[in-house]
């Protein structure tokens, strides 16, 4: 039998971990060899009694057989770390996943890509930040990275789906079982038009244990992390530890000091993580890897503030539109703003942010507002 589903049997057996296989294969069992391996021999290159049981009693041709036709019956296929088309970038990590199984176009693990994580209760500025950042840095051509969490992720996942970039969505269950239930719409849509994987066996339920794990292949499959909203406390920044373990760039979005929603993002910027307020302060670290007419492109249409009208035509939300034609017959103070629109001054102040991190208005001394 092919080492590669050798490889993919030890994946499947329950219990088995990223170490045990690493022994089995330095040992040089990943060969037909293992079928005739009795718990004694499991034992004699390291694994646990046991594991080595188990291994005895369930690792055989015929078993493998029998998971590869459940995994592909499921509509899943998979790539383990001795193929060609594994994502190199991820290969380069200190633990790569020995096989990961998907759904989609398994070539967009190998563009360049950004992570995009994120609290999963995020405020209604994480939100807008999460948005903007995701659909201009996929229309830029960076596939956008996130693990299909409620919250920030999903809100990254949507945005980026509407950019050439796509999306790529890490899970921390198998590939049949959707977490949390009410991204099953989403999931689907990002194995139609991008990618997702995991690296557990189909059949796998979500446990809290599995989303660390799951974190350091968002990290591991992109150029960089952005934080775009955490606390202090956020798994969010377990992925950014996975990104500076892999050599990789950290950039978090600054928040409200107040926020607590903040604390995590703002810290990291304390530590040395790139501070961003637009999508340009990302495409500029990674101009090399994108193609030359999407940069030019991309930088004429987002990031030139002459293209200010363009750019509040055709990408501002209906609330942020709705603010800058109010501006448009300005400029006008904060108290002006906050009598012609009716608003409270919390989602005045987030609307008027994303516009100006849009250049589409500016501030001027006096906390007045005109459009760019």
Known sequence: MDSRYLLFGLNEVEGIGWKSIDKIRRAGMLTDLAFTCGAGDWER???SGKMSQRLEAV?????????????KESGVEMVTLLDEEYPGLLKETPQPPWVLYYRGSLALASRPAIAMVGTRVPTAYGRKMGEMLSEQLSGAGLTVVSGLARGIDSVCHEAALRGCGSTIAVVATGL???YPLENRELEHQIAQDGLVISEY????????GLFPQRNRIIAGLALGTVVVEADSRSGSLITADAALEAGRDVFAVPGPVTSPKSRGANDLIKQGAKLVTGAHDIVEEYISYLPVKSVEQREKELFNPENGDK??????????????????????TLDELLGRTRWDFGHLHSVLLSLIIKK?????????????
């Open 311 to 332: 750019l509040a035509e055709k990408k501002l939300t209906s609330e942020e539109s709705h603010l800058y034609h109010i501006l448009h017959q300005g400029p006008f």
């Open 176 to 178: 049949d079982k959707v």
């Open 201 to 208: 066996p189909i059949g796998t339920k979500s446990h809290p």
């Open 45 to 47: 290159v390291g694994i």
């Open 360 to 372: 589409a208005v500016t501030q001027l001394p006096g906390a007045i507002y005109k459009v760019i």
């Open 59 to 71: 690792y055989t041709s015929e078993w493998i057989h029998r998971r590869h036709i459940l995994m």
